[in-house]
């Protein structure tokens, strides 16, 4: 007997997902990502907005070893070695052992193609970086590649683990790691909303041609307990 198609299991609503609101919003995110791009290099000579000179004066003044201790900690999170690799074959081998193929596939893609536009627009607006860096970084300022990669990974879990407390963690996290790039001195204000914009963008994209298989191999995994669940039931 042949194993039942994801998409099978999905609802209605969810099959028709891709003719709704997530490819319009999706689209809108991105056309104000790089909106906001072609607004921060074009006008004025590419002098930083009035928004990005009276945040980053405030992040200067209040500059303290615990929140440098922090910041430092986001940038090791959010991009190199582990930010690019580590995190995301981490996530992609727990998604397997949950039986989630379709859910890896999708998160992947995701980051990869997220990673990709955010290079893609660093070259196109050749952006700038503040002078006042804690840490070294390529050129190319906007978008901030740590932040679109925290909002790919946030709204691309949220999608997957339905649950409030994700989407408050993936929001805090994201949060986190636009405060933290800002005070480093590694970006402006402004290129930490891009990277939102563009990493929340791909993720809505990207999910609503697979929404309906990746909400029935959700309920199909359910039914279905991976080893992985199965130890953790057993376990004392």
């Known amino acids: 007997m042949s194993e039942r198609a994801p998409e ?20 809108a995110a991105l056309l104000l990502a790089v909106s906001l791009g072609a607004l921060v290099v074009l006008r004025d000579n590419g002098r930083p907005l009035r928004i990005d000179t009276e945040w980053m004066d405030e992040i200067i003044e209040h500059r303290a070893p615990i929140w440098e201790y922090l910041s430092l900690t986001m940038n090791f999170l959010g991009a190199g070695l582990v930010g690019v690799l580590v995190i995301p074959v981490v996530l992609v081998v727990v998604l397997l052992l949950l039986r989630r193929p379709w859910a890896a596939g999708y998160y992947l893609a995701a980051t990869i193609v997220s990673s990709g536009l955010v290079q893609l627009l660093k070259t196109l ?19 901030s590649g740590h932040v679109a990669n925290a909002a790919t990974m946030a709204v691309c879990l949220g999608i997957l ?17 636009m405060v933290s790039r800002t005070y ?11 990277g939102v914009l563009l990493g929340a963008a791909v993720a809505v994209l990207l ?15 359910a039914q279905h307990p991976s080893p992985l669940r199965i130890r953790r039931k057993s376990s004392p």
């Open 8 to 27: 099978t299991a999905a609802t209605p609503a969810t099959r028709r997902i891709a003719r709704r609101w997530p490819l319009v919003s999706g689209v």
């Open 207 to 221: 999910w609503a041609p697979v929404a309906a298989k990746l909400e029935g191999e959700r309920e199909l995994a």
């Open 125 to 143: 607006f050749g952006r700038a970086r503040p002078e006042d860096m804690l840490v070294t970084s390529d050129f190319g300022s906007f978008p």
């Open 161 to 177: 683990f339905p649950r409030v407390w994700v989407w408050l963690a993936g929001a805090l996290y994201t949060l986190v790691m």
């Open 184 to 194: 480093l001195g590694a970006h402006w204000l402004t290129d930490t909303i891009g």
